[in-house]
């Protein structure tokens, strides 16, 4: 995508990794974010124009065949359809676009997201496409910081900005807590400089900034930061299909090593 998309000013072109995160507890599992969807898999370039739609002129997908949600989870022994929490950061194509593969898990929005995503005059002000989350999902819709599992170990944070009801969230790992902040801070440089994306890609550019800062007190805090799109840290964290997340890789990509 346009370098300016994510860092205001930049020229050129970025390749950006698009994650999904599975957090496996003892009451069960959840997937944070799913993705593209896989009609933009498709060898036919007329295909892949038709299904961006508006987002074409600034996407470039490189999206093969066993690399969606779905088929992730599977190589990993894990059945997409034995999901039991689905959650968004928001409802962008690069986050929800596999909400169709996990059939049967309870989505899990802040509700000022979900209302956002449903109102006809906000839809195409926030860049929604309804086909890719509003597929009848049981819901949990909640509103500022919510305990998934009520142990602290899964928390939703409200990072509203990038969208009306963008959420991160926080987990709790052995040695320590990671928050994946998805498009509440797209690149480690993002929070080092402060740097906002291109106007066009904030809804509310005081409140993505308030966000940053608390982002930044909580990195300050010893809680370690996976920031949404950024390639120099997933090269550091990911190593294949998928891989196990522990504090300690995390705290390692954050040293650079």
């Not at 970025?14 to 997937?31: C, E, N, Q, R, W």
């Not at 409802?91 to 996990?102: K, M, P, Q, R, S």
Request: proline share 7%.
């Amino acid at each position: 995508m346009p370098y300016k998309l994510f860092l205001n000013g930049r020229d050129g072109w970025l390749a950006i990794p698009v994650p999904s995160y599975l957090i496996v507890h003892p009451k069960g599992t959840a997937l944070f974010d799913t993705g593209l969807e896989t009609a933009l898999q498709s060898p036919d370039p007329d295909h892949i124009r038709r299904t961006l739609g508006k987002f074409e002129p600034l996407v470039k997908p490189e999206f093969k065949p066993g690399e969606d949600v779905a088929e992730r989870l599977r190589a990993f022994g894990v059945d997409p359809e034995k999901i039991d929490y689905l959650i968004n950061s928001h409802l962008h194509f690069d986050h929800c676009g596999g909400n169709e593969l996990i059939k049967n898990a309870r989505l899990v929005l802040q509700k000022k997201e979900w209302v956002a995503a449903t109102a006809p005059e906000t839809i195409e002000l926030n860049s929604y496409l309804t086909r890719q989350y509003d597929l009848g999902h049981d819901k949990l819709l909640v509103d500022g910081e919510h305990d998934l599992f009520g142990d602290g170990s899964v928390v939703l944070i409200p990072t509203h900005g990038h969208t009306p009801g963008h959420q991160s969230l926080k987990v709790k790992l052995e040695d320590g807590e990671v928050i994946l902040s998805a498009d509440a801070c797209y690149l480690r440089q993002t929070l080092e400089e402060m740097i906002m994306p291109d106007p066009p890609f904030v809804r509310d550019e005081a409140a993505m900034l308030e966000c940053l800062r608390r982002l930044k007190k909580y990195q300050n805090d010893g809680v370690l930061i996976v920031f949404g799109h950024d390639p120099e840290q997933w090269k550091q964290l990911n190593q294949g299909p998928i891989r196990e997340l522990t504090h300690a890789t995390v705290a390692a990509a954050a040293r650079g090593v």
